[in-house]
């Protein structure tokens, strides 16, 4: 079974509509992040989070929320989707971070989202 | 401001032969991290090689090398003997101070690459 699972994998929506992307992981990491992926941009953090209660803004949050149910499960939502937020998005895990440590981030299959 | 630049948006490489992939990066962090992660067409990030500012020696993982050159910030990636299995986007991405305690990464545009036979 995959360490870090994303749902749906695809999801087509139209504008307005709520929608919630879910991330769950198995590696037992303390900190979860949450991606988009747009062509020609690379990837570009939304939300991230140490722990349960401790959430953070990325470099674009504007028109997101996510919380953090547990320490395996981290949701991104959309409460009012809109063209421009169609892209791939991912989640990702990592350990906490150690001063050795390489500390990679493992990274979901991605969800394919369009909003039309 | 922290900064990753992928200038090659595209490249050809034949079956066999090395290939290197550019990334310079900005940064006035004097600890960092640069890493190199592959997504194929399927879709899922591969994290495939690690550098560390401090570390002496370039970092290698089997077919992988980086090049790191501090003085140029250039961390550049070494595929040697391609493979078709190796035509995929390759992202190069940093890690600062800034970053450090939270492990926030931030990514350059990507490099796509063709493994022609």
């Known amino acids: 079974d995959a360490d870090v699972t994303q749902t749906p994998r695809n999801r087509i929506t139209k504008t307005g509509k709520r929608i919630m992307l879910e991330c769950s992981q198995t590696?037992?990491?303390?900190?979860m992040y949450w991606y988009r992926q747009d062509p020609g941009l690379g990837l570009r953090l939304i939300y991230y989070?140490?722990?349960?209660?401790?959430?953070n803004k990325g470099e674009i949050s504007d028109g997101y929320s996510v919380s953090r149910q547990a320490q395996a499960k981290f949701s991104l939502s959309l409460e009012s989707a809109i063209p421009n937020q169609t892209a791939l998005y991912f989640c990702?895990?990592?350990?906490?971070?150690?001063?050795?440590?390489?500390?990679?981030?493992?990274f979901g299959p991605g969800t394919r989202l369009t909003v039309l | 401001a922290q900064k990753i630049t992928q200038t090659q948006p595209g490249m050809f490489v034949q079956e066999k032969e090395a290939v290197t992939l550019d990334c310079t990066y900005d940064t006035s962090d004097p600890s960092y991290g640069l890493f190199w992660y592959k997504q194929p067409s399927s879709g899922e990030m591969i994290f495939l090689i690690y550098q560390g500012s401090y570390d002496q020696q370039n970092a290698t993982e089997g077919r992988y090398s980086l090049n790191f050159q501090k003085a140029r910030k250039s961390a550049n990636l070494v595929i040697s003997a391609s493979q078709l299995g190796d035509s995929a986007m390759y992202f190069c991405?940093?890690?600062?101070?800034?970053?450090?305690?939270?492990?926030?990464?931030?990514f350059g545009t990507g490099t796509l690459l063709a493994v022609q036979p």
């Open positions: 991405a940093m890690r600062g101070r800034y970053g450090g305690a939270t492990n926030k990464l931030i």
């Open positions: 989070s140490f722990d349960v209660k401790d959430i």
């Open positions: 590696k037992g990491h303390d900190r």
């Open positions: 990702a895990t990592s350990e906490k971070r150690t001063l050795a440590g390489v500390n990679e981030q493992f």
